[in-house]
């Protein structure tokens, strides 16, 4: 069996592609990956040594996007046409739009992942004909209109929360008589993040905290008063999880599960506006095992730190609440026993 594996804009998008890709490898089918033009994208696919296939489409703010959209229908179909890929499986980025276009013209089988709580526009426009949509978050069955959705929950590394601690502090040089915290803000970075522990520097200082500072592609003051080790980016990023005693991040979904897994209490800071981050920090909230803070409130910061630190205990010890969906073996069932069809 052979898959087209489509993807692309985000990590957040990319990475639990690429899972689902050793999931389906270390089971005999053949993959390969379509992604856009965006450098991130480029140098995730390198980074992983998989075989891949570039789209022209680039950002969705660009003046040409639409344009490159129309061209990449073009593409698409002649990718499908000469790979000849049993199956198509989609991770919901606009970059998936013209293959999945193309599947569906050319009657190929095409599955779907939402990372999301509420999903994008390219899982609600396909979910109708897919074979299964597979779902990070319950919720997200509300907003589609299809017959086969699978609660799968979201591909994650295998060795997040499974890094030993001590060996993660070689890793990365850490003391071992301070708390310490993850902090990053996706594939990209997070300027208000980084500006945000910046500002409050003195309060992370008073209480003995160090960090892990993943810093993406912002540019900032490689200074801080309490101890840090500051990344470009960071690809075993379980390492990072196992060293933490905390996570200071975005909601991302793939974040939002990575804490879960990893067993983080996290103060997790959606990004503005953004109705998808919002709704996915609540899985925080619901089963209390960290704080969600707004970017507005951020006067109020220092405090929302000291209490969170206080109920580290308390948080970490909800975490035995939380029931894991077997995604690998969920998703694997789906596929492999639809080979016949």
């Not at 030993?164 to 708390?179: G, M, Q, V």
């Not at 080790?229 to 990575?258: C, H, K, M, P």
């Amino acid at each position: 069996m052979k898959i087209l594996i489509s993807t692309g804009g985000t990590g957040g998008h990319i990475y639990p592609a690429l899972i689902v890709g050793e999931y389906l490898k270390e089971n005999g089918v053949e993959t390969f990956y379509t992604i856009g033009k965006r450098e991130r994208e480029i140098e995730i696919l390198k980074e992983s040594n998989e075989r891949f296939i570039n789209l022209p489409i680039g950002a969705p703010s660009g003046k040409l996007f639409h344009f490159q959209i129309f061209i990449s229908l073009f593409k698409s179909f002649s990718i499908l046409k000469k790979e000849k890929p049993d199956k198509v499986f989609a991770f919901g980025s606009y970059v998936s739009f013209p293959i999945l276009f193309m599947s569906r013209l050319l009657k190929i089988p095409y599955y779907l992942h939402e990372q999301n709580s509420i999903p994008g526009k390219v899982i609600k426009t396909f979910s109708k004909k897919a074979e299964k949509v597979f779902i990070s978050f319950y919720e997200s069955k509300n907003y589609l209109n299809s017959n086969n959705i699978v609660m799968s929950g979201m591909p994650v590394r295998e060795k997040i929360g499974k890094i030993d601690k001590d060996e993660a502090f070689k890793r990365f040089n850490l003391k071992d008589n301070k708390t310490t915290f993850l902090l990053f803000g996706g594939s990209g970075g997070s300027k208000f993040l980084l500006d945000l522990i910046k500002e409050f520097e003195d309060e992370f200082f008073k209480l003995n905290l160090q960090g892990i500072v993943i810093k993406g592609n912002v540019e900032i003051n490689q200074e801080f008063k309490f101890d840090s080790v500051i990344l470009d980016y960071l690809n075993d990023i379980e390492y990072a999880y196992g060293a933490s005693d905390f996570v200071i991040s975005r909601g991302g979904a793939s974040t939002i599960w990575e804490i879960i897994y990893s067993k983080k209490p996290a103060i997790v800071i959606p990004i503005k506006n953004s109705e998808h981050q919002n709704k996915n920090c609540e899985l925080i909230k619901n089963f209390n095992v960290g704080v969600i803070f707004k970017e507005d409130d951020k006067d109020s910061f220092p405090k929302i730190l000291n209490e969170f630190i206080k109920n580290l205990d308390e948080y970490r010890k909800n975490f035995t609440e939380f029931s894991f969906p077997d995604t690998k073996s969920i998703i694997l069932k789906e596929i492999l026993d639809d080979r016949k069809k």
